[in-house]
């Protein structure tokens, strides 16, 4: 007889162990290992594809390619970020801190999805009532969407099979257990359990599958590593509660590109969507103060206008600071060598704080102009001018790099009143664009240049 064998998984890398043991081996973090209970082998089931057919071989040429299309959200900014819509057969992780938003999100998306389709929207978390409320109060179109309080994966199983909605979300994966797995909701074991089950379906009946899944005190979902294989799509709502904008940002996509952004606010009515974000990251004061510079990052597919800060302040301790927020620690110590080594700025005995205006975060390289522009703006308490923009990398050499898309930067500046820019020599555009641009292909120059 088949027997039912035991793994220990890491919750925090997906890494399986024959015993229990205090420490993973092979992430080195405490406490993390979970019994997971393996089914039994059944005969057969190697021979079954993943979605659940007998596979066949097939030369790539001759698979038919059905023409599934997309499954517009109605919410532009969430269609970038899954890369132009729910594809049918696919499974979306929605994470986000509790707050953050995704159950709004979704009640939204559903209830305008529901017009043309039929859909199912699974909460385990809020009773009915709750869900209902809020969309009473929201406005939103409650007529054909069905609900379903429940946190049984069996029965949340069943109910789709009979239903068979075209768009299924499920509020949380967290809360889910299966009767197949003998741990708490939330346990390694059970989410993974559940998460596959619920893609199979998915799979297998062409059903647009959404989860919603917390994020740890850390900032990771909670068991991130065991449902990365499982899910096509994976997509995050950050953000705190305390803030008014919210940004969408993929982390894996197989149907698109990631680092796409797509920024909500919260409003008393819900989650608009804020088609010109650019606007708002970009609340400028009156008056030009020093240690201020805007700068174009490139999102995805398109540009974003930021405000970076800088503060340049003499040290009272021995071992100056140096802080980033929104931008990458180690970057700025590099970035501040290299304004000494070639820009001949000596800020060893001064604190350094960096921070990007609107909680967003700027992890590309083309920051590094902008940045250091802000820091030498700061230390010589000079604004600079108001129509400046300023994006490029800055290399250990002193050398000003290209960015990509430096065309699309400069219209998008010059799309909002800047009329100056300096930007890396290949940069520079050609022909005239209706701002003064100044290129420039070391630091140096560049300092020379504001
Ligand atoms: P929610 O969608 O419940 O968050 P999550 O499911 O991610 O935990 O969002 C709840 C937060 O949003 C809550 O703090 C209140 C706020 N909110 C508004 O400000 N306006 C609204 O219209 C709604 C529905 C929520
Ligand atoms: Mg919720």
Not at 71 to 83: F, H, M, P, T
Not at 116 to 130: D, H, I, K, P
Not at 282 to 295: T, Y
């Amino acid at each position: 007889m088949a027997r039912n064998k035991t793994a220990y998984v890491c919750n925090d890398c997906g890494s399986e162990h024959g015993k229990w043991q205090g420490q993973c081996q092979d992430c080195g973090a405490w406490n993390t290992l979970a019994e997971v209970r393996l089914g039994p082998a059944v005969a057969g089931a190697a021979r079954k594809g993943y979605a659940g057919a007998v596979g066949e071989l097939q030369s790539l040429a001759s698979v038919r390619v059905e023409d599934l299309p997309r499954i517009a959200s109605g919410y532009e900014e969430l269609d970038r970020v899954l890369g132009g819509g729910f594809v049918p057969g696919s499974a979306v992780l929605l994470g986000g801190h509790p707050g953050a938003g995704k159950s709004t999100l979704l009640l939204q998306v559903l209830c305008r999805l529901a017009a043309a389709r039929s859909c199912l929207y699974v909460t385990g978390e809020e009773s009915l009532q709750q869900v209902a409320l809020r969309a009473r109060r929201l406005g939103l179109a409650a007529d054909e969407l069905q609900l379903y309080s429940e946190t049984s994966l069996e029965a949340i199983l069943a109910q789709a099979v009979q239903h068979r909605p075209a768009v299924l979300v499920v509020d949380s994966i967290q809360v889910l257990h299966s009767e197949q797995a003998s741990s708490a909701p939330g346990s390694v074991s059970q989410v993974r359990e559940c998460a596959a089950a619920l893609t199979r379906f998915a799979k297998q009946s062409n059903t647009v599958l959404i989860m919603v899944g917390h994020v740890t005190k850390d900032g990771a979902l909670a068991g991130p590593k065991v449902l990365e294989h499982i899910i096509d799509c994976s997509i995050m709502f950050e953000g705190g509660s305390d803030s008014r904008y919210r940004t969408l940002r993929g982390h894996k996509n197989r149907f698109g590109a990631v680092n796409e952004l797509g920024v909500f606010a919260m409003t008393g009515e819900g989650l608009k969507e804020v088609r010109n974000p650019s606007a708002i990251f970009l609340n400028r004061s009156e008056v030009q103060a020093a240690g201020s510079v805007v700068m174009v990052v490139w999102e995805g597919t398109r540009p974003l206008l930021v405000e970076i800060q800088a503060l340049v302040d003499e040290s009272n301790y021995g071992n100056p600071r140096r802080v980033a927020v929104g931008l990458e620690q180690n970057r700025l110590a590099m970035l501040l060598a290299v304004l000494h080594r070639h820009g001949g700025l000596q800020l060893g005995d001064q604190d350094v704080f960096v921070n990007v205006v609107g909680g967003v975060k700027v992890l590309e390289t083309g920051a590094d102009l902008a940045l250091l522009f802000a820091i030498v703006s700061s230390f010589r308490d000079r604004p600079l001018a108001e129509d400046l923009v300023v994006f490029g990398e800055v290399g250990l050499s002193g050398e000003i790099r290209p960015v990509p898309s430096g065309q699309e930067r400069l219209q998008e500046a010059r799309k909002h009143g800047f009329s100056r820019a300096i930007v890396p020599k290949a940069n520079a555009p050609r022909g005239d664009i209706g701002m003064e641009v100044v290129a420039v292909s070391t630091l140096a120059e560049a300092i020379e240049a504001l």
